[in-house]
Every structure is written in C-alpha cells, then in structure tokens.
C-alpha cells in the first residue's frame, strides 16, 4: 500500500497494458516530463494522448489528442489503432501568471488544511 498522493504511473507504465499513453500534459512546466513520456512511449507503441489537465481555465483545450473523425467512437478506434497525435499550444504571458496565482494559492489552502 502506498502513503501519499500518487501522481500518475511513472515507470510502470512500461509494464502494463495501456491502450494510449499521455505525452501532453499542458501543466506548465512538464516540458521534460512529456518528453520522457514520448520516449517510453517509443518503445511501448501506445496511443499518443494529449491532456489539458485543467486548473485554470486559460489551460482548456493546451494539451490535445487529434485523431481521424469527431466522434467519442472515432476516438476509441484511433486510440485502439494507435492513429492519434498529441499537440500542445503555447501558454500566453498572462496565462502563464494565472497558473503561477492558482498554484501559490492551491499551496496555500494545502498547507492549511
């Protein structure tokens, strides 16, 4: 049993059996962390999925997993056949800084609770 938060797989993520690996996270900085997951994807052969993983509403829609159709069952094929990509947009400056305040003030509300 863990103690703690878990976030995401990590390393064992090249022992188990995903249909699609997320190598876009739109959280700012993870550049490193998303490289390293198109690495070990290289190797796995997953989909590729992008995730906004939105705190702030300037992060919808950064992160994204572009795939042949528009509908959730086109989706679930791509991923099945391993037919999407993931693509990222750039942040804005003043994005960027709603990020850093939601950040510091999640900090903070942890930190007291």
Known sequence: MRSGPVHG???LAAELAFDGVEVENATPGFYVVNQLARRL?????????GCSDAHI???IGRAFTEF???TPKALRTA???G???????RYRA???MRYA???LNHERYVAVV
Do not use: C, Q, S, Y
């Open 57 to 59: 509403v300037d992060a």
């Open 68 to 70: 042949p159709g528009t």
């Open 79 to 81: 991923i099945e056949t």
């Open 41 to 49: 994807n290289l190797g796995l052969g997953a989909a590729e999925v």
């Open 9 to 11: 797989v990590g390393w």
């Open 101 to 103: 305040a939601w950040g």
């Open 94 to 96: 003043m994005g960027l």
């Open 83 to 89: 037919t999407t990509v993931a693509g990222r947009r």
